[in-house]
């Protein structure tokens, strides 16, 4: 069985950073794309980044481009999501997402996880 665990998320101040983790069991992470998505109340999930490792590709939202850092690791078996510089307006749920498509971005991902709650002051 997959499951993916999100944590990380918390109350942090505009500017500051914060880093997600996404724990993986059930599947390798080095043979999916991962990704995360975000989240705000009345809204559709919309696609923050994606890699696969295999490809040595990536793939961001063009508002968070330069900001967010996907990455994962092996060992460990998790993906990881590096917000820098955050905005009031990067306020939301995260959800991360496992896919076995190789083609980066992917929409509908086959595996999600549980949000955590990220909240930016101003």
């Known amino acids: 069985e997959v499951q993916l665990q999100a944590s990380g998320g918390g109350l942090v101040q505009a500017g500051e950073s914060l880093r997600l983790s996404c724990a993986v069991t059930?599947?390798?992470?080095?043979?999916?794309?991962l990704g995360w998505f975000r989240q705000v109340p009345g809204k559709g999930r919309e696609m923050v980044a994606w890699m696969r490792k295999t490809e040595g590709s990536t793939s961001y939202a063009e508002s968070r481009k330069g900001r967010f850092t996907i990455s994962s690791d092996s060992a460990k078996n998790a993906v990881y999501l590096l917000m820098d510089n955050l905005k009031p307006e990067d306020t939301a749920d995260y959800y991360c997402?496992?896919?076995?498509?190789?083609?980066?971005?992917?929409?509908?991902?086959?595996?999600w996880g549980r949000g955590t709650q990220v909240t930016v002051s101003s």
């Open positions: 997402a496992l896919d076995q498509h190789p083609v980066l971005p992917i929409k509908y991902p086959e595996y």
């Open positions: 059930g599947v390798r992470v080095d043979d999916y794309s």
